[in-house]
């Protein structure tokens, strides 16, 4: 158990490492949230500077990193210069959008890409094989930001779901139950979108590993012995295959976070993405700071419990 | 003819046609035809308008519809025959060797756009075979600067454990987490304008790469955690086997699989994020072509509704990606049967 | 539960929401503004996609967009523009008056009137938002406006309806600058201002009560990342010519959209109602599904927007930066940007980046306005053998392969930056680069992020050349202040002078101010003709083309009458309203 409180331990340290090259990174990008002002024919350069030095922006960096670190500390995880309020007044809930997208996406990828990648190992080679080969690059080499597009345009073109947003205008005046179902359906497409960017990899780790433990001793030493195929699977293929598996399945919460974001900004979803992008590109720097530790700590987080996943499940390596 | 020799000949005939871009594109990849812009494919045509029959192909005059943007009437009075080896717009074939020699094209006025032509009335079969030398270029360099780093690291934290394991997986969580979004944004601010945009280009997508290579790492790391705990590996090690000996003959290949699953996978990936470089000014910027620029024109919603040829950007990337899929499985399965 | 019981809780919530705000009698003494031959029905909702979240509803501070058009709903000014006439005409002041030396300006307040709270308006509250706006604290993008010669606007009031405003030099069309200027509530901000925290006061989250201005909608509900909902004051001052208070409409909801084109498509789909500046590419699919007949689509003509290409020509003493240095031989060269000039295809610009949805442009005033523009400036097509001639005589010459080289023989190349979240300039810069090859010029199109770009061109003057676009905003030339003088902020190709470089742009200074304190328009108008000639003369800015207003409503809102003036088609959403044999098949 001490083992894992160190483990804990030092992800806190990385979190901390995170925020400070974040910072550094944001402070070597030119210009800072004011400087589109300039751009403004109404406002004069001593407007845009008394700004800056009004919200602190003329302050050393270290300083300025401080601030952050207090109120990130304190709750407030800082102030963001667009919304003119505490970042945490603006990201909780949209975070809370976010994961309504990502938790289902992540749940729905893993159900099915297990099935699909066993499947298609039984086949190596087969036709089946080379179809999931064929799609997988396809979406492999479709940009997610193409593939959010093109299920947009279907919505358009179809009329079956709705092109954008989280509820119909007017849905609030609904009841439960219809407004559920409102949801789901808007829901549908960017789950759509992040499954078909996710799964592709996933499919094709998921066969690359049964087809590598198929060929282990132990199993080969198993169908000698004439046990059933789909045994062998279960006993002795996956839990050889998961090594890889578990370490993918870390992975793939950042994975899917990332890819959100953008599908969020072309589906009009109100989680974190437009909100982040919007940030990102207005160098609003507590609020990015602040939304990429929440990412960062969902990461970690994520690798942490593959980590100990992988401990449990592969005894050897507790040696 | 068999599998892998397919697979082989495909990607090579692939890499020459980009390679010899200048010589199998009709056009020069940067001449604007303001008269044609979004022009449709032009179609190649074995019988003419009055039914009559002709071996050699044509092509038919297109005028613009002066009252459409983006419309064209074909002109059934003016037949162009397609030739063999024409002259054409000045290009270099290879380092050193200019030519003026081009596969195919029509007598001027007439105009072959086999792939139609985009917004400037450039035409896009000479963009994609001019594109596909710095995309498929971009893609591979990344791809093998994360892959070497990535495996390397992996190995020695899998493979040594304890503290160098914590430190680069650490450090691997460390930058998956960090927005490199503003170390691009850094990088454009620091390097002047003036710089050769290829050179400015690869220097990123190298640094796209090095900076991809946590996620490998972590892959790598979890198969050699696993496989230097096996009973034959630790019976090879109370023999006396040395660590590169060990690592060479039957840990690394355990890690085989992943490595090249995730190489299939990532040069696609990389020769899109031309995508988001361009946008950041990191780009080959215009009008150089590439296919991520041309993939980024295709997003835009009036293009992707309106003009279907402006996806075969797309189909090309995926003809890419299959076939470098289909070559690591294939080199896959080889070097299983040769490590047994 | 009772399903029937069920229902008719609906029905009763939805009933009670809707009633929430029902227009208040009009009270006797009460000075409302009756808008003549306006006629239309009250009720229902127009649904509105911005095209990003707008970032607070604080009036003082509002400098994004997206916060501007939710903003101009809810408040008021005391001296509108009217979008359809480009003209002056009285808001929150009835009438005027200014002093015989143009440096005072006395203003009648419409009595009785109330905020959308119910509170009563008067000249406190008037007083009050002056002193907020000139506050340097506020940090208001409209302070600098009301700084006249150098002294602040002095304002104060003089009985409960009228307020006198002192300027320290006369101000040609004072009366415009009191466009959009919202009057704030005093009763609701006075606490936070005496506090030093009025920019921090309403951020979109901000409950509903809390907010309050004289515009025709109040804040109902706000919703993160999803939407903002606005409904009818029914307090509001102006009624219809039947003397039935405004606005028709009882809500107003924007939703929130990632990009133009998710603004677009919602547009298409009909969850939004309204579609303002489209692109012309994507206004281009509309017109081609335009079939259905769900929607109107309108192309106002041209804007008042100007994009322009401009050279490095500042002083770049202290700054270490050799390469633009050399090269700023060639930019300083009133022969190289006329060869420039004369080599660019902007009829090409119209049709292929606009899709002649735009007009080319020779001068910095866009033919959208019609009460500046200097219509005599010539307008010179492209013609690549003079712009030949122009370089030749100007010293260059070109080396056997074709490049331009200059008397010292170095090759003539440059880069012109961009910012890439502007599709169209990136095109224009693509554009002039196959132009500009022509005369063996060596360009190369970089586009940047926004901030990096403007951070080279107003910070680091790191750049060679830039595509770049001002404008939109009033017709008059006071607006352009900063860009001419060659002090101001916006003097993009020169920053920062303390004295004119040259004698033109000594002649630009006199003339901007002269006309600034001229009072009469034809005078006025004769000195800016006279900045326009210089201007296209001397080409610090070679000008390239100015986009068509496009935009679009669904087919059944009357009242509809978009105009080129910001905001494009909301301005007279007081006035707009759904036609009745519609609203039952819709919702």
Avoid at chain 1, 81 to 88: D, E, G, K, N
């Amino acid at each position: 158990m001490t083992a894992v409180a160190r483990r804990i331990g030092s992800s806190v340290v990385t979190l901390f490492a995170v925020s400070v090259f974040s910072f550094a990174l944001l402070e070597l990008a030119p210009g800072d949230f004011f400087t589109e002002l300039r751009m403004d024919t109404r406002v004069s350069t001593q407007a845009v500077d008394a700004l800056r030095e009004q919200y602190g922006l003329t302050q050393s960096p270290a300083v300025r990193y401080w601030l952050w670190l207090q109120s990130f500390v304190a709750g407030d995880l800082g102030f963001s210069l667009a919304h003119r309020a505490p970042v945490s007044s603006v990201i909780w809930e949209r975070a809370g959008n976010t994961l309504l997208l990502t938790v289902p996406a992540m749940l729905l990828t893993w159900t099915l890409a297990l099935p699909l990648g066993v499947w298609i190992a039984r086949r190596k080679n087969q036709w089946v094989d080379r179809v999931s080969s064929g799609v997988t690059s396809t979406l492999v080499a479709l940009p997610d930001l193409l593939v959010a597009m093109l299920l947009l345009l279907l919505a358009l073109r179809t009329g079956l779901f709705p092109t954008g947003g989280m509820y119909t205008p007017g849905a609030e005046d609904l009841g439960t139950g219809a407004r559920i179902r409102d949801l789901i359906s808007h829901a549908f497409l960017p789950l759509c979108a992040l499954v078909a960017t996710a799964l592709p990899a996933l499919v094709r780790h998921v066969r690359a590993s049964v087809i590598e433990a198929a060929q282990a001793p132990a199993v080969l030493a198993a169908r000698g012995h004439g046990i059933s195929h789909s045994r062998i699977t279960l006993r002795y293929v996956l839990p050889l295959a998961a090594n890889p598996l578990v370490s993918l399945a870390g992975l793939s919460i950042a994975t899917l976070l990332s890819a959100s974001l953008l599908i969020e900004v072309v589906m009009s979803w109100p989680g974190l993405g437009p909100l982040v992008v919007e940030a990102l590109l207005a160098k609003d720097v507590h609020l990015v700071l602040s939304a990429s530790m929440l990412a960062s700590a969902l990461l970690v987080a994520g690798n942490l419990a593959a980590d100990l996943t992988l401990y449990v499940v592969d005894p050897r390596i507790r040696a | 003819m068999n599998r892998p020799r397919a697979i082989v000949s495909v990607l090579v005939g692939l890499h020459l046609l980009v390679l010899l871009a200048g010589f199998a594109a009709p056009y020069d990849p940067v001449e604007q035809a303001r008269a044609f812009p979004y022009a449709p494919p032009t179609p190649l045509r074995f019988v003419d308008a009055d039914g009559r029959f002709h071996v050699r192909p044509f092509v038919y005059g297109v005028m613009p519809d002066p009252d459409n943007f983006d419309g064209y009437v074909e002109d059934t009075t003016r037949r162009f025959p397609v030739q063999l080896m024409v002259t054409g717009a000045a290009y270099t074939l290879l380092p050193g060797i200019q030519s003026r020699i081009h596969l195919f094209g029509v007598d001027s006025p007439g105009r072959t756009s086999l792939l139609g032509t985009d917004g400037f009335g450039r035409d896009v079969l000479s963009r994609l075979l001019h594109g596909g030398r710095v995309s498929i270029g971009a893609g591979l360099v990344a791809t093998s600067c994360a892959l070497l780093v990535g495996v390397t690291f992996g190995t020695l934290a899998g493979f040594f454990g304890g503290r160098i394991d914590a430190a680069l997986m650490r450090a691997a969580d460390l930058f998956m987490a960090i927005p490199w979004l503003y170390l691009l944004f850094a990088v454009r601010a620091a390097l002047p304008l003036h710089l050769d945009t290829r050179a400015t280009f690869l220097l990123l997508v190298a640094v796209v790469g090095v900076v991809g290579w946590a996620r490998p790492a972590r892959l790598v790391r979890g198969i050699v955690l696993s496989a230097r705990e096996r009973t034959y590996v630790t019976a090879a090690k109370s023999f006396g086997a040395t660590s590169p000996y060990l690592l060479r003959r039957h840990v690394l290949p355990q890690a085989l699989g992943v490595v090249l699953t995730q190489a299939g996978l990532l040069v696609p990936q990389y020769i899109l994020a031309e995508v988001t470089l361009s946008f950041l000014g990191l780009g080959v910027g215009e009008p150089t072509p590439s296919w991520g620029a041309m993939l980024g024109s295709l997003q835009q919603y009036s293009v992707l509704t309106s003009y279907w040829w402006m996806f075969t950007p797309a189909v090309a990337l995926v003809a890419v990606a299959v076939a470098y899929h289909a070559l690591t499985s294939m080199v896959h399965e080889r070097m299983r049967l040769v490590t047994g | 539960m009772n399903r029937f019981i069920g229902s008719a809780l609906v029905v009763l919530l939805s009933a009670l929401t809707v009633s929430a705000a029902v227009p208040a009698a009009i009270t006797p003494g009460e000075e409302v503004l009756v808008e003549k031959a306006t006629s239309g029905n009250h009720g229902g909702r127009l649904v509105v996609a911005l095209r990003a979240e707008p970032r607070t509803l604080n009036p003082a501070i509002a400098a994004d967009a997206p916060s501007r058009e939710v903003i101009g709903r809810m408040i008021a000014d005391l001296i509108h523009i009217d979008r359809a006439t480009q003209a002056t005409e009285g808001a929150l002041a009835t009438e005027w008056k200014r002093s015989s030396d143009g440096r005072e300006y006395t203003l009648k307040l419409r009595k009785g009137i109330r905020f959308s709270d119910g509170r009563p308006f008067d000249a406190d509250d008037v007083v009050f938002t002056f002193q907020v706006l000139l506050d340097e604290r506020t940090g208001s993008p409209n302070r600098d406006l009301l700084i006249v010669g150098g002294q602040p606007v002095r304002v104060t009031k003089v009985d409960e309806y009228t307020v006198r405003l002192t300027m320290a030099q006369p101000y040609a069309a004072a009366e415009r600058l009191f466009d959009s200027i919202a009057i704030l509530p005093r009763h609701l901000l006075v606490e936070a201002y005496t506090k030093g925290a009025i920019s921090n006061m309403w951020a979109v989250s901000t409950p509903a009560a809390a907010v309050a201005g004289l515009g025709p909608y109040r804040l109902k509900e706000y919703v993160a990342g999803q939407r903002l909902v606005l409904e009818r004051n029914p307090y509001y001052w102006k009624t219809d010519s039947a003397k039935r208070r405004l606005p028709y409409l009882d809500e107003l909801v924007f939703l929130f959209t990632g990009n133009e084109d998710a603004q677009v498509i919602r547009f298409q789909s009909g969850d939004s109602d309204v579609l303002s500046r489209a692109s012309a590419d994507n206004f281009g699919v509309l017109v081609r599904d335009q079939a259905a007949g769900r929607y109107q689509l309108k192309d106002l003509g041209p804007s008042l927007e100007y994009n322009f290409l401009f050279f490095n020509q500042n002083d770049l003493t202290g700054k270490n930066l050799p390469q633009v240095a050399v090269k700023q031989q060639w930019f300083s060269d009133l022969g190289f940007r006329r060869a420039v000039s004369r080599a660019i295809d902007r009829e090409g610009i119209a049709r292929l980046v606009y899709r002649g949805r735009a007009v080319p442009l020779w001068g910095n005033v866009s033919p959208g306005n019609r009460l500046w523009i200097n219509t005599s400036l010539p307008r010179q097509p492209r013609n690549v053998s003079e712009a030949r001639a122009i370089l030749k005589a100007s010293g260059f010459s070109w080396r056997p392969d074709g490049a331009l080289i200059d008397r010292q023989g170095r090759p003539v190349t440059f880069t012109i930056v961009t910012s890439s979240t502007s599709a169209q300039r990136t095109e224009m810069a693509t554009l002039i680069q196959a132009d500009l090859k022509e005369l063996g010029m060596g360009v190369q199109v970089v586009p940047l992020e926004f901030r990096a770009l403007v951070d080279r061109v107003f910070q680091t003057f790191d750049y060679d050349a830039s595509v770049l676009g001002l404008g939109g905003g009033d017709a008059d030339p006071n607006g352009e202040m900063n860009v001419w003088m060659s002090s101001g902020s916006n003097h993009l190709w020169r920053l920062g002078q303390k004295a004119p470089a040259t004698a033109w742009e000594d002649e630009i200074d006199r003339l901007m101010q002269k006309q600034l304190i001229t009072l009469d328009y034809r005078e006025r108008k004769r000195l800016y003709d006279r900045v326009q000639t210089i201007v296209a003369e001397q080409l610090p800015m070679i000008f390239l083309a100015a986009p068509h207003i496009l935009v679009g409503a669904r087919a059944d809102l009357g009242n509809f009458q978009p105009s080129v003036l910001d905001h494009y088609t909301l301005w007279n959403v007081e006035r707009m309203f759904l036609r009745p044999e519609s609203r039952s098949v819709r919702r």
